[in-house]
């Protein structure tokens, strides 16, 4: 489909992370290393607060109505396909650094979406509103690192 509202690529978002938090949740139940699970389940929390807050645009009276109701032109589905394939499975020989590097990779590629649908808003509001989608991530991905950090360091 070429034409899409913003709503649904706030929804399409909105289910990555519930995509992911239902893959991080997964991988906690095998059989890992404690530490290991315990960053699976801070994902899995992350990406369940990540969900909830793009679904808060969603809701009746939020105030980013225009905004979701505006259309947009796009040849593609969206610019970047799920990357939930690249989740590999959760092993302890790869420890929490392979896992952290995975989450970042697929917080990079919905900032490379925000990014890009900001470039192309056709108004203001439309470009201020995916600018601060992608400074939402800029800060997650910080807060994401020295946590996951942290956690390392116990």
Same mark, same amino acid.
Do not use: K
């Given at each position: 489909?070429?034409?899409?509202?913003?709503?649904?690529?706030?929804?399409?978002?909105?289910?990555?992370?519930?995509?992911? *938090?239902?893959?991080?949740?997964? &991988? %906690? +139940?095998?059989?890992?290393?404690? =530490?290991?699970?315990?960053? $699976?389940?801070?994902?899995?929390?992350?990406?369940?607060?990540?969900?909830?807050?793009?679904?808060?645009?969603?809701?009746?009276?939020?105030?980013?109505?225009?905004?979701?109701?505006?259309?947009?032109?796009?040849?593609?589905?969206?610019?970047?396909?799920?990357?939930?394939?690249?989740?590999?499975?959760?092993?302890?020989? *790869?420890?929490?650094?392979?896992? &952290? %590097? +995975?989450?970042?990779?697929?917080? =990079?590629?919905?900032?490379? $979406?925000?990014?890009?649908?900001?470039?192309?808003?056709?108004?203001?509001?439309?470009?201020?509103?995916?600018?601060?989608?992608?400074?939402?991530?800029?800060?997650?991905?910080?807060?994401?690192?020295?946590?996951?950090?942290?956690?390392?360091?116990?």
């Amino acid at each position: 489909m070429r034409f899409h509202q913003v709503r649904e690529l706030v929804r399409w978002a909105a289910d990555y992370h519930a995509r992911l *938090e239902a893959a991080y949740t997964g &991988l %906690a +139940t095998n059989s890992v290393a404690p =530490r290991l699970r315990l960053a $699976l389940d801070y994902l899995a929390d992350h990406e369940r607060r990540m969900r909830r807050e793009l679904e808060s645009y969603l809701a009746e009276g939020s105030g980013h109505r225009r905004v979701l109701d505006a259309w947009f032109d796009e040849p593609d589905d969206f610019p970047h396909p799920p990357v939930l394939e690249c989740l590999p499975e959760a092993r302890d020989d *790869e420890g929490v650094e392979a896992l &952290l %590097a +995975t989450a970042l990779t697929m917080h =990079r590629t919905l900032q490379d $979406l925000y990014r890009h649908r900001g470039e192309r808003a056709s108004g203001t509001e439309e470009r201020e509103f995916f600018e601060a989608l992608v400074q939402g991530e800029d800060a997650e991905v910080r807060r994401l690192v020295r946590d996951i950090q942290r956690l390392e360091a116990y």
